[in-house]
């Protein structure tokens, strides 16, 4: 199955991996006379082959993406909003944003830091007991990979991106797909965020995912059922 490269990265030993469409990544060296690509060692050459289709072992194998998670979680506490995680450096870096991600890159979504989580917890979906953190229904509202949009010869990672204050990602979801800004304000001290859809091929100022779509990706509950099947309200009581 041939599948676009949409950007690069260098590997642990410095060569250049293609990252395609699919979230699968696949080298591409310059190795003659075995492999002849020449493209490879300049950044225009690369930049150039951005939308070239190369054959994906691994869609033909039906294996997952290999970037790294994302995970939005639908979460009803003591007021209602959504979790957005990003698996970085090994664990979820995690901000609350109340009134959930928007396709319309005109809209900026206010997103409140929240404290890391275990990447274990991104599997999570059910009724956190009153008393604890966090008490209330928890849904998986999306979830899928995503890739650092950020190029160039040696591209900040995500991590460093965030130190900085301002990081973009695509996301490939089950819901939401394309480029995102997270952008850290000036206001508090800087402690609140930003979360922005870019304007690409994905934006569409026309969709409402977090009204029409409310179902969990994972089980097709809503949080009412969630909360009815565990026997207690949406608020863990």
Request: net charge negative; glycine share 10%.
């Amino acid at each position: 199955m041939r599948r676009p490269i949409v950007g690069y990265h260098r590997d642990a030993e410095g060569h250049w991996v293609a990252e395609l469409a699919c979230g699968h990544n696949q080298h591409v060296r310059h190795q003659p006379p075995w492999v002849e690509r020449p493209w490879v060692t300049s950044e225009a050459g690369r930049r150039s082959r951005l939308g070239l289709r190369l054959d994906c072992v691994k869609c033909d194998r039906g294996e997952p993406p290999d970037g790294p998670i994302f995970v939005i979680q639908l979460h009803d506490a003591s007021s209602q909003h959504y979790d957005f995680r990003l698996e970085v450096d090994g664990v979820l870096k995690s901000w609350a944003v109340p009134k959930g991600p928007s396709t319309d890159p005109r809209v900026k979504r206010l997103a409140i830091p929240t404290e890391d989580h275990s990447l274990a917890y991104a599997d999570f979906e059910g009724v956190i007991p009153a008393g604890e953190y966090g008490a209330g229904t928890v849904l998986i509202w999306d979830r899928g990979h995503y890739r650092n949009l950020k190029g160039g010869e040696d591209p900040p990672s995500v991590a460093g991106q965030l130190a900085d204050g301002h990081a973009t990602v695509w996301l490939e979801g089950e819901k939401l797909r394309g480029g995102y800004a997270l952008i850290r304000t000036r206001l508090e001290q800087g402690k609140d965020w930003l979360l922005v859809k870019i304007d690409d091929e994905a934006a569409d100022a026309r969709r409402n995912p977090t009204s029409t779509e409310p179902e969990s990706v994972q089980s097709g509950r809503t949080l009412e059922q969630i909360a009815a099947e565990e026997g207690q309200d949406g608020n863990g009581h």
